[in-house]
DNA sequence: ATGAAACCTGACCAAACGGTCAGGAAGACG
DNA sequence: CGTCTTCCTGACCGTTTGGTCAGGTTTCAT
């Protein structure tokens, strides 16, 4: 490996303050987070190639040797900050799992989706970034990981239209237009935001388009095809 | 200007056989389409930063010196391709305004915009990495034209709204819907590619992810297409 | 034919970038 | 205190890249 110059895991003392003392262990980990917090913002906003470990550096306040010493190259840095960001979207994942009512499932997952979109919008970025660009870092997470929850997924979503619980619309279709919509606020917010009268979205306009967009695709699928606002909520399983 | 060294215009015939002899003014403009196209991949799979003016020459298959003789700066080139995308989508655009027919006219305005994203798939990448790095060469069109197209078709939906022709929800959500969704199926479609078995979409494949899409929405904003067969609406699960 | 304009190209350059390194500062521990 | 390890940093280097330039070749009107 060698990306770090090896944790020697002293461990000195259970830390009661943090911020006050911040011995050994702790002052690296707080400044590791710190570099990847700047990493995924220049990232985000510049690009693999458009970010250099000179402005990741800058915006984390360090000089760029200081940063080097802690990933040896910009790669392995990037690689940090999408495997951050993939574990976060896999736990939001998991929202669709906990119930089989196909309504508060896809209520639930769409909600989580735009959480994420709202709170981590550079991490989307970044994803999305990969993509454009053929995913040269994360494809086997493509062919492995992602793969196998979407068809997993895909399985549920065909067995919920066998049981006549949903329209038999093309599963594949359903979640990449969840995906889509749902990235679309985060990787696309600089547009939404300029055509917001150049202000971001207030916290009731996020909602309002959350609400939007889970009515048009509950709706759309077939679930609850009246209701688009009356929040009736049935019991759960 | 200067970023070319002029056209003289002088049009020294009709020309009528473009391909056999390649007078001066069409060597030019074939010349310059070949950079165009040669551009707009790199561009596309490299982004601004990652692609170089040594690449994009080397797939044109022209010296790299013989490129800055056609566009003097990779920005002026990065410019004119962003420009030529953004007149593809005005123009696809104008299929929302032929018919005054919610459902014809989302139908058709979906469909044109999915069909885009199979044919210039390149393009629409350029557009998403300019968005993603907050437009640094085109906010100008995003403050203006395409503001202004928003804001009249968000007029138009409003209308049908209020006329009970489609149910209430926020068309502005709505339209982002759509790009994202349309948009997908370009800027993700390495993604979507390697869901798919590492095989690209069929155009059986892509046809019905067309419709569903289509379906989903129509279905989703309480338009009752003729199409889906099962799921009249009115039963309340 | 001939000269001018347009077109093409290998060689080159300055700037920017990722990464290295030698050496200094700060904490830990006896 | 001394010394060992970890942490930090200015200065530096090889490579890449956007862009230039001098000079050559082709086209075309006269």
Redesign the interface.
């Given at each position: 490996m060698s990306d770090k110059p090896q944790t020697p895991t002293p461990l000195p003392a259970p830390a009661t303050d943090p911020s006050a003392q911040t011995p050994r262990s702790l002052a690296r980990a707080e400044t590791e987070r710190l570099i990847l917090k700047a990493a995924e913002d220049v990232f985000?906003?510049?690009?693999?190639?458009?970010a250099t470990t000179g402005k990741i550096a800058d915006r984390a306040g360090i000089p760029k040797a200081n940063l080097h010493y802690y990933f040896s190259t910009k790669e392995a840095l990037y690689r940090q900050v999408v495997e951050n960001i993939f574990q976060i979207w896999l736990d939001a994942a998991n929202t669709f799992d906990d119930c089989d009512n196909p309504?508060e499932a896809l209520t639930r997952y769409i909600s989580a989706k735009m959480d994420i979109s709202r709170q981590h919008p550079m991490g989307s970025?970044v994803w999305?970034?990969e993509?454009?660009?053929?995913?040269p870092v994360i494809?086997d997470y493509?062919?492995t990981t992602?793969?196998e929850w979407?068809d997993t997924r895909i399985a549920v979503i065909e067995r919920w239209i066998a049981e006549g619980?949903m329209?038999?619309?093309?599963p594949?279709?359903?979640l990449?237009?969840i995906?889509?919509?749902t990235?679309?606020?985060a990787?696309?917010n600089?547009?939404?935001h300029?055509?917001n009268n150049?202000e971001p979205l207030s916290d009731a306009q996020f909602e309002?388009?959350k609400e939007?967009?889970v009515?048009?695709?509950?709706?759309?699928?077939?679930?609850?095809?009246?209701g688009?606002e009356t929040k009736q909520n049935?019991g759960r399983a």
């Open positions: 985000a906003e510049y690009g693999f190639k458009g309504e970025k999305a970034n993509i454009l660009h053929k995913a494809q493509l062919e992602l793969g979407t619980r329209a038999p619309i093309d594949r279709s359903l990449y237009m995906w889509a919509t990235q679309h606020y990787d696309f600089h547009q939404i300029t055509l150049g309002r388009a939007t967009v009515a048009i695709i509950l709706a759309g699928v077939g679930i609850r095809p009246a688009l049935g």
